[in-house]
Structure formats: C-alpha cells, structure tokens
C-alpha cells in the first residue's frame, strides 16, 4: 500500500500553532510507512484567502522543514477539473442541484438533525429550477453500506442511510 498524506491550510491567516502540528504528523506519518507528504492549498474561501497568507504558509512549512515531496496545488486551480467531475456525476445521476437557500439548508439541518437522519434535500428527487443559484450534492444511497478500508482503523463501514449528501460543488464553482 502506497501512503499518502496531506496538509491543506486554508490561506486566510498565517500558519499557526495547530496547522504546524497537523502538518508534522501528516509529514511523521508518511515518512514513517514511506509514502508521500503533499500540501494543497485550501484557497476556497475567495474572500478571505490572500497572496500574502499563502507565502506565510510556504514560508513557515519551510522553516519547520516540511515542505512537500511535490509542488503545492490549490484548490482554486483545480475548479475546472471539479465541475467537469460534478457536471458528469449530474449527467449520470450520482449528484443533484440543490436550490436551497442558506436558510432553508440551516432549517433542513436542525430537522434531520432533531430526527436523526441524514442531511438529504427534497432536490435530490425534483427537476432544476434554472434560473436560481445552486450547489451540487452527491446522491448518497438510500440503503446499504459503504466500507471503505482505512490503513488505521481498518476496515470501517457506514450505513448509507447515516450518510448526507454532501455539497461536492458550491455556488461559486468552488
């Protein structure tokens, strides 16, 4: 098995205290199993992230030696590719528009939160409404189980009906 780790700050601040912990161990845990420690740039959050945060990240992982063992990527780079992947789970119907507002999305929350049951939007079962802004949800199972097999805990398995769907593309393309 091929160990893959990453750190993705989110440039809105400087590299803290919290950030250099998750990276070291993120590094720690790569370089002990010999695998690859990669930095993402978590630049998601336009209106907050900036140039100069992002250079205080480099800079200070450089310090503490902990580059990565590739050039750093940023999310916002990689936003075409995204909405490629989005628009083909919508056309295959693995993925939904959601025309919630922010409101309706906190009052959906609180209700399936209250009832014990996933975040699922009453959009994962109508027609678009085209002229309104939206996100893209995956469409997670009704039922079943999704296992995936983790190098630390092992082999964990979910019941698909404890599953969200989750945003997988915001707004604004992010």
């Known amino acids: 098995m091929n160990v893959v780790t990453r ?29 690859t420690y990669l930095l993402r740039i978590e630049d998601t959050d336009r209106k907050r992230s ?9 800079d200070g992982l450089s310090w503490l030696g ?3 063992d590739a050039p750093a990527v940023s999310q916002s780079a990689q936003a075409t590719r995204h909405a ?21 999305v906190s009052a959906l929350r609180e209700q399936a939160h209250a009832e014990g049951k996933p975040v699922r939007s009453p959009w994962r079962d109508r027609t678009d409404a085209s002229d309104l ?3 893209v949800r995956m469409r997670m199972p009704d039922s ?31």
């Open 7 to 35: 750190f993705a700050p989110s440039p809105t601040g400087y590299l803290h205290i919290g950030g250099a912990r998750t990276a070291l161990f993120n590094w720690l845990f790569a370089r002990h199993h010999g695998g």
């Open 50 to 58: 900036t140039d100069a945060a992002i250079s205080a990240i480099h």
């Open 66 to 68: 902990l580059e990565g």
């Open 84 to 104: 490629e992947i989005a628009a083909a789970l919508l056309e295959n119907g693995a993925a939904y528009r959601c025309y919630l507002d922010a409101d309706e």
């Open 133 to 135: 802004p939206f996100v």
């Open 144 to 174: 079943g189980e999704t296992t995936i097999d983790d190098a630390v805990q092992g082999s964990v398995s979910v019941q698909n009906t404890q599953l969200d769907d989750m945003v997988i593309l915001r707004a604004d393309g992010s």
